[in-house]
């Protein structure tokens, strides 16, 4: 079973750019699709978006204007950037193993996820 | 954007006995795209079933899955002290992936 961490800052200033990492072991990243998860009381489980392993991406329509994932497969890790925090982007941030069924993803390992916290 | 709404929001049963929840689409869907998640408090969701009715790795067979179109259904049998959760239903048809609000599963 692959394991994932995520990495970050936990408190990232309004209008500021959010950045994590997800570092992945006891397997590759490559021949995979990644994802970004997040979780807030008010929203519950909103998807950020999917990288695979070469590169390309799907984004959440609804953030696709603010959300930058990438991946760098020489240190087993992917990242997640959000522009232009507000309030509402506080929740907590899985990253997630996508496995790839009749052309969509279901999700079938978790990093424990990382609270972040968008306040001045 | 396919909307899940998941019912009941809370159900209250007893160790042993069976739980059903339900998870309806706002438009239908094909059966391949739809998952069951459990997460307990300050953990990570945990796959349970993909496609409908297959059972993730290590997933025993308390757990089982139904449904098409716009209705899907999770069953648990023999509800043991882990299973008291909450359960998420996510569909992963289309460019949008959503997930439902949740179904809270509590020992009465």
């Known amino acids: 079973q692959v394991l994932l961490q995520e990495s970050g800052p936990g408190l990232v200033k309004p209008s500021e750019t959010l950045s994590l990492t997800c570092s992945v072991s006891s397997g590759s990243i490559k021949m995979n699709y990644w994802s970004w998860i997040r979780q807030s009381p008010g929203q519950g489980l909103e998807w950020i978006g999917n990288?695979?392993?070469?590169?390309?991406?799907n984004y959440n329509p609804s953030l696709k204007s603010r959300v930058t994932i990438s991946v760098d497969p020489s240190k087993n890790q992917f990242s997640l950037r959000l522009n232009s925090v507000t309030a509402a982007d506080t929740a907590v941030y899985f990253c997630?193993?996508?496995?790839?069924?009749?052309?969509?993803?279901?999700?079938?390992?978790w990093g424990q996820g990382t609270l972040v916290t968008v306040s001045a | 954007e396919i909307v899940l709404t998941q019912s009941p929001g809370t159900l209250s049963l007893s160790p042993g006995e069976s739980a059903t929840l339900s998870c309806r689409a706002s438009q239908s869907f094909s059966s391949s795209h739809l998952a069951w998640y459990r997460q307990t408090p300050g953990q990570a969701p945990r796959l349970l079933i993909y496609?409908?009715?297959r059972r993730a790795t290590g997933i025993p067979d308390r757990f089982s899955g139904s449904g098409s179109g716009t209705d899907f259904t999770l069953t648990i049998s023999r509800l043991e002290p882990e299973d008291f959760a909450v359960y998420f239903c996510h569909q992963y048809a289309g460019a949008l992936y959503t997930f439902g609000q949740g179904t809270k599963l509590e020992i009465k």
């Open positions: 496609a409908t009715s």
């Open positions: 990288i695979y392993y070469s590169g390309t991406t």
């Open positions: 997630a193993r996508g496995q790839l069924w009749n052309g969509g993803l279901y999700f079938d390992n």
